[in-house]
């Protein structure tokens, strides 16, 4: 396994990391889950990424048990929280009460006395930056935060957070979390120049844009049984923002230049998103173990010129879009 820099901090984390959403603790049955968190721990993967919202607190209970033997030291374990967790008004959101509230039951969850990172799933505008800002390092003060971070907050927001942080002396924010893959490439340019700036590492989601890169989604045809994209309790976000016949086209495109670099388009996809420098991990998304094994093979390929020439003409970089 490789190693990097969470931005400028200096915790390190495996730069393929293991994700909870929609697989552990929910689809994943308990052996899958099992199998799952063993060869992500056997590949030397350090870093879980969880959310209390993932499952209604499900999977942060599967991690926290399935990870309760492993030395605490050997973890980087980041949880998640804004999503509501019920109909009581103030059980979402980033309050500081919600944030204190909610980081104590994602605790008692896990199993764990502190998380390595606790996240701002998004942003809230119903509350102040400031009361955020201060109710994380509350946390981090109380020993039970060590790293915030943030996930889909626009660039602008960062550097607006991060100015008053300085002001509040409190501590920055340490993280990013935004989606990124060959389908989402905005990072890119409204991203991760900010992010550099600030010292803030990215940690990013969706490297396969929810399987859609994997070739599996044929143009012309339904999602096959046993899918994400067939399963309505999970399809909500694949339909919405990839599940369209150019992409499923496309896919078949990559499947080929995948073909002819003898590796598979899930690979190639992964190893895309690793090779920028501005990501410190890619998370992994598997669903079975034969999935999370290929995935891993990502981290040993090398892209020639000639393979990333082929990527970026089936997909571009799009346009900047404006941001607040
Ligand atoms: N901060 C956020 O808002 C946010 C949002 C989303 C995710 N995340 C984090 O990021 C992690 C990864 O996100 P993601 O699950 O969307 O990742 P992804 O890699 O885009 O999608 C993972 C899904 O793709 C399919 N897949 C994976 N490998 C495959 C392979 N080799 N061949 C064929 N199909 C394959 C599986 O679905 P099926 O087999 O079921 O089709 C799997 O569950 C999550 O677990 C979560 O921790 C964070």
Not at 152 to 179: D, Y
Not at 264 to 274: G, N, Q
Not at 300 to 317: A, G, N
Request: glycine share 8%; net charge negative; aromatic share 8%.
């Amino acid at each position: 396994m490789e190693y990097r820099k969470l931005g400028k901090w200096g915790a390190k984390v495996s730069a393929l990391s293991l994700g909870t959403y929609l697989t552990v603790g929910f689809t994943s049955d308990a052996k899958t889950s099992k199998g799952l968190v063993k060869m992500a721990l056997d590949a030397g993967i350090n870093y879980f990424d969880t959310a209390d919202a993932y499952n209604r607190g499900e999977a942060e209970t599967a991690l926290g048990k399935l990870v309760a033997g492993i030395e605490r030291s050997d973890l980087f374990i980041l949880t998640k929280v804004w999503a509501p967790m019920s109909d009581d008004v103030n059980d979402r959101g980033l309050s500081a009460k919600h944030i204190k509230e909610s980081c104590d039951k994602s605790l008692k969850r896990l199993g764990m006395d502190y998380v390595d990172c606790y996240m701002c799933h998004r942003s809230d505008p119903d509350t102040p930056l400031e009361e955020t800002i201060l109710a994380m390092e509350d946390l981090i003060r109380a020993g039970k935060v060590i790293y915030w971070g943030v996930s889909e907050w626009s660039a602008p927001m960062m550097v607006r957070a991060n100015e008053l942080a300085k002001q509040l002396g409190a501590r920055p924010i340490a993280v990013s979390q935004p989606r990124y893959n060959l389908l989402y490439r905005y990072p890119e340019s409204l991203l991760f120049p900010i992010t550099a700036q600030e010292g803030i590492g990215n940690v990013i989601f969706s490297p396969l844009a929810h399987g859609m890169l994997t070739g599996k989604y044929k143009p012309g045809e339904d999602a096959p049984d046993g899918t994400r994209a067939a399963d309505d309790r999970q399809n909500l976000v694949i339909k919405q923002m990839y599940w369209n016949e150019e992409n499923k086209k496309k896919g078949q495109e990559l499947v080929e230049i995948a073909r002819d670099f003898g590796v598979s388009p899930a690979e190639l996809a992964i190893a895309w998103c690793l090779r920028n420098p501005n990501v410190s991990s890619v998370i992994l998304g598997a669903s079975r173990v034969a999935q999370l094994e290929e995935n891993l093979k990502a981290l040993e390929l090398e892209l020639t010129e000639d393979v990333l020439k082929r990527i970026e003409e089936l997909y571009p970089q799009p346009e900047a879009i404006p941001q607040i």
